[in-house]
């Protein structure tokens, strides 16, 4: 069944957004009858039946409802990079990986210094609907890397990847999709040795992602594939 984003759907009869309506009747033809599927973003999984296809409001009938347990903390931090489209690219994938919290940070690298995450929610809304997950992330607010660092409430599991030299663990010898856990992925300019090791001070692993220097949104996506799948 198709798959559409409704924050309220704890009445029986609701009404599809104005994107949602058109996409249903003009793209995929729905038509009254139609039985579809709906999420809110927050576990609750919904069958639903056209009464009534509009293209501007189509009304639907709830027939029953589904929660979907809290997903492991998969956490995500990085620095944005001066592309948004390259920005935009990491929202999407590491949303359809599994993605549940991003934190935008700036370090004193970074290139790019301000972040609108209501640009964003779109393509998170986009993803959560095509990928076939049922819980929509959560983005932070745009924060100093030294601020984030010492926040009390992220993972024990804490993944920091940078490309200077020194002792670091390969990643897939920490990464354990059982457990809540979060990376950290630095600016093109890469963290200073001050953020490396202030990040250890506050019980951050660092790691190494292989051989190759990995542009951010390549260094985002590959950790998170690993820290999910294996």
């Known amino acids: 069944m198709s798959t559409f984003y409704l924050r309220d759907i704890e009445n029986d009869i609701c009404h599809l957004s104005e994107n949602d309506s058109r996409h249903a009747v003009k793209v ?110 959560n983005i932070h607010k745009l924060e100093a890397f030294n601020d984030f660092i010492v926040r009390k409430e992220l993972p024990k599991l804490k993944l920091l990847a940078h490309c200077k030299e020194g002792k670091k663990q390969d990643i897939k010898n920490l990464a354990d999709a059982t457990k809540n856990q979060i990376v950290v992925i630095g600016p093109e300019g890469d963290f200073t040795l001050e953020e490396i090791n202030q990040s250890i001070i506050n019980k951050f692993q660092t790691i190494s992602l292989g051989d190759n220097r990995l542009r951010t949104e390549t260094a985002c996506i590959t950790s998170l594939a690993i820290m999910k799948f294996l």
Do not use: M
């Open 28 to 137: 995929l033809r729905h038509k009254n009858n139609d039985f579809i599927s709906v999420v809110n973003g927050k576990g609750l999984l919904a069958k639903a039946k056209i009464i009534e296809a509009n293209p501007k409001k189509t009304k639907i009938k709830v027939l029953q409802t589904k929660k979907i347990k809290v997903p492991t903390i998969l956490g995500l931090a990085f620095c944005p990079t001066k592309s948004n489209e390259r920005n935009s690219f990491i929202i999407e994938k590491a949303t359809e990986i599994g993605v549940t919290d991003f934190y935008p940070l700036i370090a004193q690298n970074s290139e790019r210094r301000k972040w609108n995450s209501i640009k964003f929610e779109k393509i998170l809304i986009a993803t959560l609907k095509q990928s076939g997950n049922y819980w929509l992330p």
